[in-house]
């Protein structure tokens, strides 16, 4: 496993785990507990997760955002193979709004390349990716927020109230079991309640770690959502709240690519 495959797995199992020693990260990893002090001495500059003694912990205490960074390396099959089957969503001559997001740079970076189709997102990083295979991509414009990566403030508002979108990517931090939308910040809170609205359809990509967890924002419900595309099936109460929002609920996991 190469240096930087390794680390992104450190902070996978570091999250999943609400923290990992030293001792279990040598062992799951198979290499010497100096290497995997030097790799957390190295996220934790990129403050991608926190030292403990022994080990370390995640960096999403509560109140607590994580940068687009710390999102990008977490779940990354997961989330890849939710963007190949959230693509199958796009048809021709659509426009289609992106949502900022690590989830929905993966549906970006799996666009058709034989279909016609408008994009439009709040992302720079996003913007980029889609320009690869589009002539024209269009910006909200706005405020760049530097922990996301996302565009929000008045400006970006603005554009998003006065156009309309025949599909929408949505992204989420939270989703929980009575089908709450939510996310850390006021103001992307804002941006996603207005994409949502301005939207004909409505696909909602998120990894299962987001089910049965709560932010700061609410955005959106799921009777605001025609399709959930995740990683695996939700359960108890959030299954009860999918059939009762009449969601259809798409499930492509790793293995199954």
């Known amino acids: 496993m190469l240096p930087e495959q ?15 020693s030293v001792d279990a990260l040598a062992d799951e990893l198979d290499v ?20 403990s003694h022994g080990g370390a912990v995640p960096v999403t205490a509560v109140g607590r955002e994580q940068t687009y960074g710390q999102k990008e390396v977490q779940n990354l099959e997961a989330k890849a193979a ?6 199958t969503e796009i048809h021709d001559g ?16 799996q666009v058709p390349t034989d279909i016609s189709f408008i994009p439009v997102t709040n992302s720079p990083l ?3 990716e889609l320009g690869k295979e589009t002539t024209d991509v269009k910006l909200t414009g706005g405020t760049l927020r530097h922990r996301t990566r996302a565009l929000v403030g008045p400006s970006a508002e603005a554009f998003m109230e006065r156009t309309n979108f025949d599909l929408l990517f949505l992204g989420t931090n939270a989703l929980a079991d009575d089908g709450s939308l939510t996310t850390p910040n006021e103001d992307e809170a804002r941006m996603k309640q207005l994409m949502v609205e301005s939207s004909e359809r409505v696909v909602l990509v998120a ?5 049965g967890e709560r932010s700061f924002a609410r955005f959106a419900t799921l009777e605001d959502v ?32």
């Open 6 to 20: 390794r680390k992104r797995k450190i902070v996978e199992l570091v999250s999943d785990r609400d923290g990992c």
């Open 32 to 51: 010497s507990k100096a290497t995997i002090r030097r790799d957390l001495d190295e996220l934790e500059e990129d403050r991608l997760i926190e030292r």
């Open 126 to 128: 996003l913007a980029l």
């Open 82 to 87: 939710i963007g190949s089957r959230a693509v």
């Open 207 to 211: 990894d299962e770690t987001k089910f």
């Open 226 to 257: 025609d399709v959930l595309v995740t990683d695996d099936d939700p359960t108890g109460e959030l299954a009860e709240t999918c059939a009762a929002a009449d969601v259809t609920v798409g499930v492509e996991g790793p293995n199954d690519r």
């Open 94 to 109: 659509q426009v289609v709004f992106f949502d900022s997001g690590t989830t929905t740079m993966q549906v970006a970076m």
